[in-house]
Structures are given as structure tokens and as C-alpha cells.
């Protein structure tokens, strides 16, 4: 499919092309034609697939389809989670709407207010905010939100992670009630389930790159080490050359001041990004980082929200996250656009249920790397399945990553390149073209995967008794199915009245 075929406007497709865009991605193919006749819409997809464009070209294509009068007014509202994000969606905007004559403009905290009002008070078609200021903006009386045509909620799942649900809540209370809906989410948690089914009219879904595929494409491994180890193993994993950019996650602002100024101390450049760090110096971090004058930027998962960098060649999960989820969204840092990357996890001794989880939602066995320098006495991986044999070598594995599993450390490792094929008798069967489960599944009691209302059985790997990770239901609850309608809530004015329903 090219974009002429999705019929967008010249000044658009002029854009897309100036951008380079030679294709749609299958986002951006499904969810436009859809998006232009007016539907309300879930998009499950994570960054990285193109969602931005997939939302802003219909948007910019309705509202210039409709005579503005003489004064511009927000017509259509983009929430997102964090303030990256949303200065990215706003240059999106910009960029794709740059011949359009329409004008957008980004709002978020922790930073004085003074220009954005004044941003607003110049007038613009699309405003791009995270919950927070939004409402208080909304609150002094100063963002007037009575024309607002088109709402997306983008990173929906996020929004409900970092606690912002009942903020976005407050917000569509005060929108009017006849507008097109738009949710974006990688996952779709019973939460956002909920809110899908109350604010949006007979959505169509649209589901690319579930989070499955991203796990697929990146290369993923995970160290054993005790916690006052963790030091000692990044540095001596950043002395491989091949590491040319890292991302590497931590799970406190504290923590990653501190794994930054160790690393710094150890001679290698790197920088510190999270939400204590002012906007300037956040921005100064993310383009040292993008320039690769800083080749290790470490983040938590809020402040890495949403940042596109191409070239992360590796994410380290300096700690594992303790939501599943999030794992999936830090390893898609190191696979953008359909590339592929290198995900190395630390997991200490109290980590390990966390590891657990991510390899239920994941659906697969991460790799350990067993021999290492800084290999935990107190929690050692577990043990070696019997079987060994050597798999084939596989041409297409990124030089990087073979070198860094064989490089000695402390402890030399033989340089036999079946050594690491040997501790995975799972990607043995993947390449054998096996499509064997990892691990039996569990007899599930609930054919639909979600527990019947009201039981509270956890679903449980079969070989472990841990507490069942909150689970990720994409595809689920149907959405394509007539919704509650929200009271009084009406059908946008030009949306047809049998507008095509599914995925095309
Ligand atoms: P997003 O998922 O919106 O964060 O986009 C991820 C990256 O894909 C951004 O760098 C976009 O500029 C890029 N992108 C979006 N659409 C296309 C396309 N059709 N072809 C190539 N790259 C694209």
C-alpha cells in the first residue's frame, strides 16, 4: 500500500514524503481509512510502530477539512503520559501538519506556565498535554475546550500505570460530548477496558506489533548477580566496544544518579535522565544521547517514556521492572521500526519473581548468561535442563551480542560459540521450527484467559507458585462490538451512518 492510496490530502502526502516515508506501516494502513470516516477507534500498538502519524494524519486531514472561523479553537485534544511524549507528538503535529495552515502547541508540567498559556491564548487547532497540567490549566479557567472535535488518549495503559486514570477521567467529564474518540494502548489491562467501553461509540480495533513481536526481535539474556554486584558487572559489560548506545533501566531517580556517576567514574560517558532532572537538562541528556556523545543514558521507566532514539543497539535492565509490562515497552527501546536489538537484565535474589512474571507474559524463557564474573551465590540460576546439543549458528545474530557473551569477564568462558546455544534448549526448538510450548500450559479453569467475576484464582506457571502478574488481554473484550453509550454522548456530525467496520 503507498499513501496516495489512503487518501490524504496533497499537503499532507507532501509531508510523509518530505519525512521519507516510503510506506504506511500496517498501523498507519488499518487505522486511517477508518480514522477519516470519522470512527471512534482502539489502537493496540506500542511506540515504535508508527501509532503517532497513524492518528495525527487523519486528524489534520478532518480538521482542515472544516472552515476554521476567525478565531482558532482547540478542536482537537491529544493526552499522553509523559512530557516527552507529548513534545514528541506536538513535533509530529508540526511536522506532518506543516503545509496545513494548522497550528499545535504542547502543554505539561514542570515547567513554568507563563509560555504555554500564552501559546494558548495565540490560539491552536491541536493541544498535545499530559493530564496533570492540563487540569490545572483547566482549573484557572485558561484552556477553553468547548470545541474540542477529536480526543486520543495516547499510551492509554501508561496513563493508568503512572496513576493518571481518574486525572483523564476529570478531563473527558469536560469535553463535549459529540466528538470522535481515539485510544491508543500496547496493552489492555481491565481498566482501560473500562474506560474503552464508556467513552468510545461502536470502536473499531485495530491491533498491530501485539507485545509479543517486540519480544520476538530483540535478543534477550539475563545476568544472575547480587545486588551489590550490579555495579561492578555494568561496568565491566560497558568495556565491550559493541555497546554503542545503552539504555539502561533502573527503578529509583536515586539509583539512577547513582549507576550514571559510577559509570562516569569508570570512564564511560554517561548521563542520568528522570523526573527530578529539569526539562533543560533532559533535553540536553536525550540529544548528547542522540548525538552519541553520551553512550549510556540511564532512565527510569517514566522519564523513558516515549523517547524514540534510533540506534539503541542495547537496553540493560539494571533492575527488572515489576510490572511485566514494562520490560516489554524498555527491550521495544532496542527494536524501533522493525529492528532488531539486545535486552540484558541484572536479576538479584528478590528479583526473581519479577523475572518469572515477565517470562508468563512474554511467553518464553529468557537466556541466562551463566558464566559471568559476578555469577550470585545466593540466588544462582537455576539449574541446566539435561539436554545439550550444540544448535546451529545462526548467520544473522548481531556481532555484538556473540561477542559479549563470549568475552571473559573476570572469569574466562571458553570461546566454544556452542556454549550459549547450549543453555537454550527453547531457542534450539525455535530454530528446529518446533512450535512446542516453552512450558506446558496451565489447565486454564477460564477459557477466555480472565477469570470469571468475582474468583480470585491467579494464574499460575505451572512450575512456580508466585502471584499471578497483571495480565495483558490485547484482543479481548471485542471492542468492535456495540459499547454503553456514554448518556447524551452523539455520533461525529460527518461520520457516515454504515462507515466500513473491520480492518478495512
Ligand atoms: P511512533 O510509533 O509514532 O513513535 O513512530 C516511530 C518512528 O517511526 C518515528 O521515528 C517515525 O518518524 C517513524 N515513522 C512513522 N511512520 C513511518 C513510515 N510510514 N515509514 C517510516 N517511518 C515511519
Redo the contacts with the bound molecule.
Keep these: 500500500m503507498r499513501f496516495e492510496d489512503l487518501h490524504l490530502q496533497p499537503a499532507l502526502l507532501r509531508a ?1 514524503q518530505a ?7 500496517p498501523i ?1 494502513a488499518k487505522a486511517i481509512p477508518h480514522l477519516l470516516a470519522g470512527r471512534d477507534l482502539v489502537g493496540l ?10 492518528f495525527a494524519l487523519p486528524v489534520l486531514q478532518r480538521l482542515g477539512e472544516v472552515a476554521q472561523g476567525p478565531r482558532r479553537k482547540i478542536r482537537c485534544l491529544v493526552l499522553t503520559p509523559t512530557r516527552e511524549l507529548a513534545a ?1 507528538v506536538g513535533q ?1 503535529f508540526s511536522t506532518y501538519g506543516r503545509h496545513t495552515g494548522l497550528r499545535a502547541t504542547v502543554i505539561f508540567g514542570g515547567v513554568g506556565q507563563s509560555a504555554q498559556v500564552s501559546a494558548l491564548r495565540q490560539g491552536v487547532d491541536v493541544l498535545v498535554a499530559t493530564p496533570g497540567r492540563l487540569l490545572d490549566l483547566m482549573n484557572q479557567k485558561l484552556v477553553p475546550l468547548e470545541a474540542v472535535e477529536i480526543l486520543v488518549l495516547d499510551e492509554a495503559d501508561r496513563m493508568l500505570d503512572m496513576g493518571f486514570i481518574n486525572d483523564v477521567r476529570k478531563v473527558i467529564a469536560r469535553l463535549p460530548q459529540k466528538r470522535q474518540t481515539l485510544l491508543f494502548s500496547a496493552t489492555m489491562p481491565d481498566d482501560i477496558q473500562k474506560l474503552v467501553d464508556s467513552i468510545l461509540i461502536d470502536p473499531v480495533q485495530v491491533a498491530v506489533n501485539p507485545v509479543s513481536s517486540t519480544v520476538d526481535r530483540v535478543e534477550q539474556s539475563v545476568y544472575f548477580v547480587e545486588k551489590n554486584d550490579k555495579r561492578s558487572l555494568l561496568i565491566d559489560l560497558a568495556r565491550d566496544p559493541s555497546i554503542s548506545r545503552a539504555l539502561v533501566f533502573t527503578r529509583t531517580k536515586h539509583g539512577a544518579n547513582r549507576v550514571a556517576e559510577s559509570l562516569d567514574k569508570a570512564g564511560v560517558v554517561a548521563e542520568a535522565i528522570h523526573g527530578n532532572k529539569s526539562q533543560g537538562a533532559r533535553e540536553r541528556a536525550l540529544s548528547n544521547f542522540r548525538g552519541g556523545s553520551t553512550r549510556f543514558l540511564v532512565a527510569t521507566d517514566i522519564a523513558a517514556r516515549g523517547i ?1 532514539i ?1 540506534g539503541i543497539t542495547h537496553v540493560i535492565n539494571y533492575d527488572l521492572p515489576n510490572v511485566p509490562e514494562s520490560y516489554v515497552h524498555r527491550i521495544g527501546r532496542t527494536a ?2 522493525g529492528a532488531s536489538g539486545i535486552a540484558l537484565s541484572f536479576c538479584d535474589a528478590d528479583e526473581r519473581d519479577y523475572l518469572a512474571a515477565i517470562e508468563r507474559l512474554t511467553r518464553r524463557k529468557v537466556e541466562v548468561v551463566r558464566e559471568h564474573g559476578y555469577a550470585s551465590k545466593v540466588a544462582p540460576p537455576p539449574a541446566e535442563p539435561a539436554i545439550k546439543q550444540p544448535a546451529p549458528h545462526r548467520p544473522s545474530e548481531p556481532k555484538g551480542n556473540r561477542e559479549l557473551r563470549a568475552r571473559p569477564h573476570r572469569k574466562p568462558v571458553p570461546s566454544n560459540p556452542s556454549r550459549r546455544e547450549q543453555t537454550s534448549p527453547s531457542r534450539q526448538a525455535r530454530e528446529q521450527g518446533q512450535q512446542k510450548p516453552l512450558w506446558k500450559k496451565p489447565s486454564n479453569p477460564h477459557p477466555t484467559g480472565r477469570p470469571a467475576a468475582g474468583s480470585d484464582s491467579p494464574r499460575q506457571h505451572p512450575d512456580r507458585q508466585m502471584p499471578s502478574p497483571k495480565r495483558a488481554h490485547p484482543g479481548r473484550g471485542s471492542p468492535q462490538t456495540q459499547k454503553t453509550q456514554e448518556p447524551g454522548r452523539q455520533r461525529w456530525p460527518h461520520e457516515p451512518r454504515h462507515a466500513p467496520r473491520h480492518g478495512g
Excluded: F, H, M, N
Design positions: 510523509v519525512e521519507g516515508y516510503l510506506a504506511p506501516t498507519q500498538a506500542q511506540t515504535g510502530t508508527g501509532k503517532t502519524a497513524a514528541q509530529s524514540d534510533e524501533r521500526a
